[in-house]
C-alpha cells in the first residue's frame, strides 16, 4: 500500500524516462526475438558442410541472444523501479550510467566516425543521373535516419546520466521501498 506521502509525489520527468527506457528496450527485446527467429529459420536449410555460413549465422544468433538477455534485464528493472522498489533504484543507476557511456559515447563516437564516408557515399549517389526518385528519397531517407540516431544519441546520453543522477537524490531515494519480509 503506497503511503500519504507517496501519493502527493507530483510530477516527476525522472518516471517518465524510466517508462520511456522499459517500452523501448520491451521493442528491442521484440527486435532481437525475430531477428534470432529469422536467423534460426536461415540456419535450418544450411548443409553441415557450409562451415563459414554456420558459424557466422550462429555468431549473429548468439548476438541476438546477448542483447535480448540485456534488454530483458533492462525491462524488468525498469518495471522495478516503477513499482518503486529499492532494488531497482541502484540496478538502474548502473544501467543508466552503461547505456549512457556504451550506446551514447562510444555508440555515437562511432557514428560520427562515419558520417563523413556515409556523406560522401551519399552525395557520390545521388549524382547519378540514372538514379531514380525512388532511389534517390530512400536515400535521403537514411541520411536523415542517420542524423536522427546521432541525434538521439547526442540528447540521450545526458538525459541516462542525469536519470542515474536523480535516482541518487535523497529526495527520489526516499520514495522506493525495500520488500518485506512476510512473517
Not at 123 to 134: G, I, K, V
Request: hydrophobic letters at 55%; one cysteine or more.
Amino acid at each position: 500500500m503506497r503511503t500519504e506521502s507517496s501519493r502527493h509525489d507530483g510530477f516527476a520527468f525522472w518516471r517518465i524516462l524510466v517508462w520511456l527506457i522499459l517500452l523501448l528496450a520491451a521493442y528491442g527485446c521484440l527486435q532481437y526475438v525475430t531477428h534470432a527467429q529469422q536467423l534460426w529459420h536461415a540456419l535450418q536449410p544450411l548443409p553441415a558442410s557450409d562451415t563459414g555460413d554456420i558459424v557466422q549465422l550462429q555468431k549473429m544468433l548468439a548476438w541476438d541472444v546477448l542483447y535480448f538477455l540485456a534488454a530483458f534485464a533492462l525491462v524488468v528493472i525498469c518495471a522495478g523501479a516503477i513499482l518503486r522498489q529499492a532494488w531497482a533504484r541502484s540496478a538502474l543507476q548502473v544501467a543508466c550510467v552503461l547505456l549512457a557511456v556504451g550506446w551514447g559515447l562510444v555508440g555515437g563516437l562511432m557514428l560520427f566516425s562515419q558520417w563523413h564516408e556515409f556523406s560522401q557515399g551519399v552525395a557520390m549517389t545521388n549524382a547519378q543521373s540514372s538514379l531514380d526518385t525512388a532511389s534517390q528519397m530512400a536515400l535521403a531517407h537514411m541520411h536523415r535516419s542517420f542524423l536522427i540516431a546521432m541525434g538521439i544519441k547526442v540528447v540521450g546520453g545526458p538525459l541516462l546520466l542525469w536519470l542515474a543522477w536523480r535516482l541518487g537524490q535523497p529526495a527520489v531515494r526516499q520514495q522506493f521501498r525495500t520488500l518485506r519480509r512476510a512473517r
